[in-house]
């Protein structure tokens, strides 16, 4: 199991953009199926971003379509999420995990895949 660590998040301006990294303490990484969620205060957690180990199958929930993009950085054993054009309705912490299902069947960024502990996130602000 990873040990994951999200940072990245902070205050940016409507349009601007963002880069959030997650990165795993030791090896392994490059073996792991791994998602972007996000949750604001009150609501579930949802899925952003999937991409699974051999970065040949990503998804991206619809809302980010276009404007969001998640890749792998093996030498760094990092999974990044580089987010334009942001919009307050991005804000959010945001957080990475592994995932079991590795982004592919029935709702692959549903949460119910993830397993291991959920970090503290990085918090995200898209503010004017």
């Known amino acids: 199991q990873l040990h994951l660590v999200e940072s990245g998040g902070g205050l940016v301006q409507p349009g601007g953009s963002l880069k959030l990294a997650c990165v795993a303490g030791?090896?392994?990484?490059?073996?792991?199926?791994i998602a972007w969620f996000r949750q604001v205060p009150g609501k579930e957690r949802e899925g952003v971003a999937c991409?699974?180990?051999?970065?040949?199958?990503?998804v991206y929930e619809d809302s980010v379509k276009g404007r969001f993009t998640i890749s792998r950085d093996n030498a760094k054993n990092a999974v990044n999420l580089q987010m334009n054009r942001l919009t307050p309705k991005d804000s959010a912490v945001y957080f990475c995990?592994?995932?079991?299902?590795?982004?592919?069947?029935?709702?692959?960024?549903?949460?119910?895949?993830?397993?291991?502990?959920w970090g503290q996130g990085t918090q995200v602000t898209v503010s004017s």
């Open positions: 995990m592994m995932v079991t299902n590795g982004c592919s069947g029935s709702s692959p960024l549903d949460k119910k895949w993830t397993f291991g502990p």
């Open positions: 030791g090896s392994g990484m490059d073996r792991a199926h």
């Open positions: 991409i699974n180990r051999w970065s040949d199958i990503i």
